[in-house]
């Protein structure tokens, strides 16, 4: 990170920090749906166990290793403020707590995984497959929470290329051991969908060595010398990270199980129709990409500004992520309109499940339009460390106004399935309105403080 002089230098730090977060972020969903994709080759009891499976953990692992993010703000703060000294301890305090959330996960998963399952009175085989996929998928656990911590002090030193070239390593590493225990290969057993799960343990496993190898030998992360010191637990630097990443992790799932939450209602449904919103929510989730990276790209340019004092900088990069995140849906919401049959075409063969999921990218349309202003303020906030009120807002805009009025559209009026993207789309629409609001009166706030003390 260095200091800009003017909007076009902005414009090409932030493209820097931006691109190769967005890489990222499609090399990761690419992951996921490679699990997806090949356990469908193995069988449809494996690709709707690693569907069930996915469904579950996705949402328990970006809420959880949402709290992991508060070391990107932290960070960019104390470099934009000259306080580089005090990275290496904030770095491995959050190690530390990385370790311990993956033991609360297996504490708890130990306790309602099956019960869980089996009130969902699925298929015997589709129930174990999904079962085993989140076994294998726990040996990785730790190493996955340990390189959360890694890739957020990388990113908040603006090398977000480095964490690029980490996950598009992963990508082969995974398909490759896919291959192989998925369908039995080279000796090894098929475990069909399960062996998706261990496949991505040993995925987790090889990123979390790349980063060590990394962080310890090239520079500019060298210079810091993270694992030179032995630093004992500071539970004052604990409660720093967790103030500020509890309320970004619970935002992040309040967001996330929300759609799992849909996916689960949507069970009263026939299979097309569930077929159908599963590829439209699969395309908007790959769209939401592009808001997520600008967001995360906003976090380490506004923390970075607000931690060297300057205000003016800050409000400037706000506006330019969103404005960007804004021309980005307007051109995603044209390929929806006009592509949506080949779009459908490409997930299934069945005329019947193609015709059905266009009509629902259609109402993804309306999902991008409220990511592009929602989700790059969120970011935009939590670098001005400002996450109570992000927490709140996303518990009312989906738990409060979309999922209740989604059901209600959904199950008293002829919008049937349809409702629930209605519903979501209008809780989106009325966070991001909120959350704008919060912006404008943080960005006042912080004028105003700087102001004071000069």
Not at 239 to 265: D, N, Q, Y
Request: hydrophobic share 50%; proline share 4%.
């Amino acid at each position: 990170m260095y200091q800009t002089n003017s909007l076009r230098d902005k414009s090409l730090l932030f493209s820097k920090i931006v691109y190769p977060i967005l890489i990222t972020q499609l090399g990761l969903f690419a992951m996921n749906f490679l699990d997806v994709m090949m356990s469908g080759r193995a069988g449809s009891s494996d690709v709707a166990g690693v569907a069930i499976g996915s469904s579950l953990w996705v949402p328990i692992y970006t809420g959880l290793s949402g709290i992991l993010l508060a070391i990107t703000p932290i960070v960019a703060q104390l470099i934009g403020g000259k306080k580089g000294k005090e990275v290496p301890n904030t770095i491995v305090q959050g190690l530390y707590l990385s370790i311990i959330i993956p033991f609360i996960i297996f504490l708890v998963g130990a306790i309602v995984l099956k019960p869980i399952l089996h009130g969902m009175k699925l298929d015997p085989e589709v129930s174990r497959v999904a079962f085993h996929y989140l076994i294998g998928l726990s040996i990785g656990m730790i190493p996955l929470f340990m390189y959360s911590v890694l890739r957020s002090f990388m990113d908040a030193l603006g090398q977000t290329k480095m964490t690029m070239f980490i996950t598009l390593t992963s990508l082969p590493i995974n398909a490759i051991f896919n291959y192989i225990l998925i369908f039995g290969k080279f000796g090894f057993p098929r475990l069909g969908g399960v062996g998706a799960g261990y496949a991505s343990a040993i995925t987790y496993w090889c990123i979390f060595g790349i980063a060590i190898w990394m962080i310890a030998k090239r520079s500019p992360f060298v210079e810091y010398q993270i694992f030179r010191t032995f630093y004992k637990i500071s539970f004052a630097k604990w409660k720093e990270i967790l103030l500020i990443g509890v309320p970004i992790g619970f935002s992040i799932f309040f967001e996330t199980s929300i759609f799992s939450a849909v996916t689960l209602l949507m069970s009263n449904y026939d299979t097309i129709t569930i077929a159908a919103h599963q590829i439209a929510l699969n395309f908007a989730s790959f769209l939401y990409m592009i808001p997520l990276s600008i967001s995360m790209g906003l976090t380490i340019c506004v923390g970075y500004e607000i931690g060297a004092k300057r205000t003016g900088d800050a409000k400037q990069f706000s506006y330019m992520g969103i404005g960007l995140a804004i021309g980005f849906s307007i051109l995603t919401g044209i390929i929806l309109v006009l592509f949506n049959d080949s779009i459908a075409a490409m997930y299934s063969n069945d005329p019947e499940v193609i015709n059905l999921a266009k009509h629902f990218l259609i109402y993804a349309i309306f999902f991008q339009l409220s990511d592009a202003i929602g989700a790059p303020i969120q970011g935009a906030l939590r670098g001005y460390k400002d996450v109570n009120t992000t927490l709140v807002l996303s518990l009312i805009s989906f738990w409060v106004i979309g999922l209740p009025s989604g059901y209600v559209l959904a199950t008293f009026t002829n919008f049937a399935a349809f409702g629930y993207w209605i519903g979501l789309s209008s809780g989106l629409t009325a966070g991001a309105i909120l959350l704008f609001i919060r912006l404008r009166f943080i960005q006042r706030k912080y004028a105003t403080k700087l102001s004071k003390a000069v």
